[in-house]
């Protein structure tokens, strides 16, 4: 098989792309997410994070600009995925109550694939000398860190009353 030369630039681009279909893809799923919860602070946290993703896609169309490229997506599989898993919890679990255990659980899948994807462009962005694309993934990164911190804490009462019922009924 011939070797290719395509350098970290189009990495880096191809990636951009990536990440910003899947950005795109996020902020339809949290409308849904946060319909099905059944939890005021879950709710809200998905409301609040549907608003920072908005902002993401714009930070990632002035990343476009910065490496002067037109913002476009490019379809990303593993969100496609993660994101389907997410419907499956909200379909397989309405009414139940370990449906908002899985809603945290699915959304902060999301939310690793999404700090794992913003960390690589950061790096490969410092190492290709792109300062300003530097600080605006940082931000987002930071985000998206904050945001499972999040998750992690409404987690804890979530998966406690997922499993109060079983307790009782014991």
Same mark, same amino acid.
């Given at each position: 098989?011939?070797?290719? /030369?395509?350098?970290?630039?189009?990495?880096?681009?191809? &990636?951009? =792309? *990536?990440?910003?279909?899947?950005?795109?893809?996020?902020?339809?799923?949290?409308? %849904? &997410?946060?319909?099905?919860?059944?939890?005021? +602070? $879950? =709710?809200?946290?998905?409301?609040?994070?549907?608003?920072? /993703?908005?902002?993401? #896609?714009?930070?990632?169309?002035?990343?476009?600009?910065? #490496?002067?490229?037109?913002?476009?997506? %490019?379809?990303?599989?593993? #969100?496609?995925?993660?994101? %389907?898993?997410? @419907?499956?919890?909200?379909? *397989?679990?309405?009414?139940?109550?370990?449906?908002?255990?899985? $809603?945290?659980?699915?959304?902060?899948?999301? @939310?690793?694939?999404? &700090?794992?994807?913003?960390?690589?462009?950061?790096?490969?962005?410092?190492?290709?000398?792109? =300062?300003?694309?530097?600080?605006? $993934?940082?931000? /987002?990164?930071? +985000?998206? /860190?904050?945001?499972?911190?999040? $998750?992690?804490?409404?987690?804890?009462?979530?998966?406690? !009353?997922?499993?109060?019922?079983?307790?009782? !009924?014991?």
């Amino acid at each position: 098989m011939a070797t290719t /030369t395509k350098p970290l630039d189009d990495l880096f681009h191809d &990636m951009l =792309k *990536d990440v910003y279909y899947a950005e795109k893809q996020i902020l339809k799923a949290l409308p %849904k &997410m946060a319909k099905a919860t059944k939890s005021p +602070e $879950l =709710k809200k946290a998905f409301e609040t994070h549907k608003a920072e /993703t908005a902002e993401q #896609i714009e930070r990632l169309s002035q990343v476009f600009e910065v #490496i002067g490229k037109t913002p476009r997506a %490019k379809t990303c599989d593993a #969100i496609l995925g993660i994101l %389907k898993e997410g @419907e499956a919890v909200i379909e *397989d679990y309405e009414g139940s109550p370990a449906l908002d255990a899985g $809603l945290v659980a699915s959304a902060q899948a999301v @939310e690793h694939y999404e &700090m794992a994807r913003y960390g690589t462009l950061k790096a490969w962005a410092t190492q290709l000398g792109h =300062k300003d694309a530097v600080k605006l $993934l940082d931000e /987002t990164l930071a +985000e998206e /860190t904050k945001t499972d911190k999040l $998750l992690t804490q409404l987690g804890g009462p979530a998966n406690t !009353a997922a499993t109060a019922p079983a307790a009782k !009924a014991a």
